[in-house]
């Protein structure tokens, strides 16, 4: 695949804080461990790509500590619409670790191929016009069999919401699952995920809509369980969370997630 010659989408605002994506980066670890050790066929030299990573590479980097204690030799892409960003990113490279100008396009080399895409906090400031185009082009690159994250998190990723993609045979996108995180840090309240929602349903929480009904559902849910607080806000969640699959929903109830924050809705 050629090198693209200009990178397509826009610069993001780019502030971010160490550990923001912590709990991405956990929930993938959890999700689908198998993933990022994969060495069959074209998996085993693919990238993880961090996309869009701001003005300074820690999150590129945090995201390598972690994913390397699983397996230390996986080659790690940080890519950047900004040149000063890429070029100020150079002296954490190494021959594993990589920072690269590009956009939605992504700046692969001949003969490399992508078996996960970390895109947090880069489609929100886009039309939602512009989201489905985006998804069509970075499809292109990852192995079928390989996930997209993509969402957004509050400044200090405290909590986030993310649509889960995999990428299928036929060359597209599958939604998986929308995920919600929290670390109880602010509490827990369904409302709070409504803002951070992913570009493509932030402007739908109203009526008529799946996303406005799941929330319905799942704010009358935490009401019903509300006697859990009793016991603390993971009992309440994990409370909640059993109402809200009861109510239809496919909401993933093993304790391994809930315990933890992550609210698995699948698709």
């Not at 701001?54 to 699983?70: I, K, M, N, S, Y």
């Amino acid at each position: 695949m050629p090198r693209p010659q200009k990178p397509l989408g826009q610069p993001t605002r780019g502030k971010t804080a160490s550990n923001r994506l912590r709990r991405v980066d956990h929930f993938l670890l959890l999700y689908e461990p198998s993933l990022l050790t994969r060495t069959d066929g074209l998996f085993a030299d693919s990238l993880f790509v961090d996309l869009g990573y701001g003005f300074d590479p820690r999150t590129t980097l945090e995201a390598a500590q972690r994913f390397r204690r699983l397996n230390p030799r996986l080659k790690i892409l940080g890519v950047e619409i900004d040149r000063e960003r890429v070029e100020a990113a150079q002296p954490f490279a190494d021959e594993q670790t990589f920072f690269r100008l590009g956009g939605f396009n992504l700046p692969l080399q001949p003969g490399e191929h992508v078996r996960l895409i970390r895109a947090f906090n880069v489609l929100r400031q886009y039309e939602e016009a512009d989201f489905a185009p985006a998804y069509e082009m970075l499809a292109q690159y990852v192995l079928p069999g390989g996930l997209m994250i993509e969402g957004t998190s509050s400044p200090f990723g405290s909590i986030w919401a993310a649509n889960l993609a995999r990428k299928e045979e036929s060359g597209t996108w599958k939604f998986e699952a929308l995920v919600f995180s929290t670390n109880f840090r602010l509490g827990f309240d369904p409302a709070e995920f409504q803002t951070i929602l992913p570009k493509n349903l932030i402007h739908r929480v109203v009526p008529g809509e799946p996303i406005h009904d799941f929330f319905q559902a799942w704010k009358r849910a935490a009401a019903e369980a509300s006697a859990a607080k009793t016991y603390g806000l993971r009992q309440w969640f994990i409370a909640a969370a059993e109402r809200l699959e009861a109510k239809g929903y496919r909401v993933a109830l093993q304790r391994r997630w809930l315990s933890r924050g992550y609210l698995i809705w699948r698709l």
